[in-house]
């Protein structure tokens, strides 16, 4: 009999535009890697967790509905180990997550957090916003609409006003920073960074990657931007975690986004079995 036991929370498809297949396929490799280490993984749905068909006390969760991360919260408040905790999943939704990595000096984008049924030309002009990002702060993004570039204020308020005609209450606009964009995934209290340049590898979700194009071939600190992406999972409480940051011209990083357990697509091999012992050397210390 398996000594550890695992329930395994695959992400519901709405949450996983563009990228069911990858999703899947990273949740699918990681469950293997484990169960070659002698664990017992049971695979739910989302659906199974919210009607209480989850018995298992050390949960791998990928979910992202909003019912799902408050029994993810009750789980872990009544003792359970989940990777990613329900709370850094939380965290990773626009708002909180600028909250926080402002709070904890990541560097990041300088941004407002706005009702979206406010006036904003005024700030942002005061702020010398121009091109910029508006993105929904209330949740997860399901829809292309849900990550909006922007090119002046008049824009901004317009795109707005459409996010409050769809019911999204809150937004953050972050300025759009000039310079390489690149994607990064990494495993906490592993060896595992993986990053690259996703325009020139044609890896997209939303197509939003053609807005800063092809990369120049910026130079950076590459130990510097694992030291940050590294501080910002610590700091949103998550352990499987990619992202998005710019590489600026005079060589300054900054992360623009930060997801829970994205697809790692294009190093998919090569992660799973990191994100395996990821959570089997957590189950190992729990259980103790």
Same mark, same amino acid.
């Given at each position: 009999?398996? $000594?550890?036991?695992?329930?395994?929370?695959?992400?519901?498809?709405?949450?996983?535009?563009?990228?069911?297949?990858?999703?899947?396929?990273?949740?699918?490799?990681?469950?293997?890697?484990?169960?070659?280490?002698?664990?017992?993984?049971?695979?739910?749905?989302? $659906?199974?967790?919210?009607?209480?068909? !989850?018995?298992?006390?050390?949960?791998?969760?990928?979910?992202?509905?909003?019912?799902?991360?408050?029994?993810?919260?009750?789980?872990? %408040?009544?003792?359970?180990?989940?990777?990613?905790?329900?709370?850094?999943?939380?965290?990773?939704?626009? $708002?909180?997550?600028?909250?926080?990595?402002?709070?904890?000096?990541?560097?990041?984008?300088?941004?407002?957090? !706005?009702?979206?049924?406010?006036?904003?030309?005024?700030?942002?002009?005061?702020?010398?916003?121009?091109?910029?990002?508006? /993105?929904?702060? @209330? #949740?997860?993004?399901?829809? /292309?609409? @849900?990550?909006?570039?922007?090119?002046?204020?008049?824009?901004?308020?317009?795109?707005?006003?459409?996010?409050?005609?769809?019911?999204?209450?809150?937004?953050?606009?972050?300025?759009?920073?000039?310079? %390489?964009?690149?994607?990064?995934?990494?495993?906490?209290?592993?060896?595992? #960074? #993986?990053?690259?340049?996703? #325009?020139? $590898?044609?890896?997209?979700?939303?197509?939003?990657?053609?807005?800063?194009? /092809?990369?120049?071939?910026?130079?950076?600190?590459?130990?510097?931007?694992?030291?940050?992406?590294?501080?910002?999972? %610590?700091?949103?409480? !998550?352990?499987?975690?990619?992202?998005?940051?710019? !590489?600026?011209?005079?060589?300054?990083?900054?992360?623009?986004?930060?997801?829970?357990?994205?697809?790692?697509?294009?190093?998919?091999?090569?992660?799973?079995?990191?994100?395996? /012992?990821?959570?089997?050397?957590?189950?190992?210390?729990?259980?103790?």
């Amino acid at each position: 009999m398996a $000594e550890i036991k695992i329930a395994g929370i695959m992400r519901a498809g709405a949450y996983s535009p563009n990228h069911i297949g990858n999703d899947a396929a990273i949740f699918n490799a990681t469950t293997e890697h484990l169960r070659k280490r002698g664990c017992e993984v049971k695979v739910y749905s989302e $659906e199974d967790l919210n009607a209480g068909r !989850v018995d298992e006390k050390i949960i791998m969760a990928m979910c992202r509905e909003q019912r799902s991360i408050e029994i993810l919260q009750q789980l872990e %408040d009544a003792g359970a180990l989940v990777i990613n905790s329900g709370y850094g999943i939380e965290n990773c939704t626009r $708002e909180r997550m600028t909250r926080i990595l402002l709070g904890s000096n990541i560097p990041y984008p300088e941004s407002l957090m !706005v009702n979206t049924n406010e006036g904003v030309k005024d700030a942002l002009e005061k702020a010398g916003f121009t091109q910029a990002w508006i /993105k929904r702060g @209330d #949740f997860h993004a399901m829809h /292309k609409e @849900d990550v909006s570039y922007v090119r002046h204020p008049q824009e901004a308020q317009e795109v707005l006003q459409e996010y409050f005609l769809r019911g999204i209450k809150r937004a953050v606009i972050n300025r759009h920073l000039i310079g %390489d964009l690149i994607k990064f995934y990494g495993v906490q209290g592993t060896d595992f #960074f #993986f990053w690259f340049y996703p #325009f020139d $590898e044609g890896h997209s979700k939303y197509g939003h990657e053609a807005i800063n194009g /092809k990369s120049q071939g910026l130079s950076f600190d590459q130990d510097y931007l694992k030291q940050i992406c590294r501080e910002a999972a %610590d700091a949103l409480d !998550v352990r499987i975690y990619g992202g998005d940051c710019i !590489v600026s011209p005079d060589g300054s990083i900054r992360i623009i986004d930060f997801n829970d357990w994205p697809s790692f697509a294009p190093c998919r091999l090569k992660a799973a079995p990191y994100i395996a /012992k990821c959570i089997l050397n957590a189950a190992k210390q729990w259980k103790k």
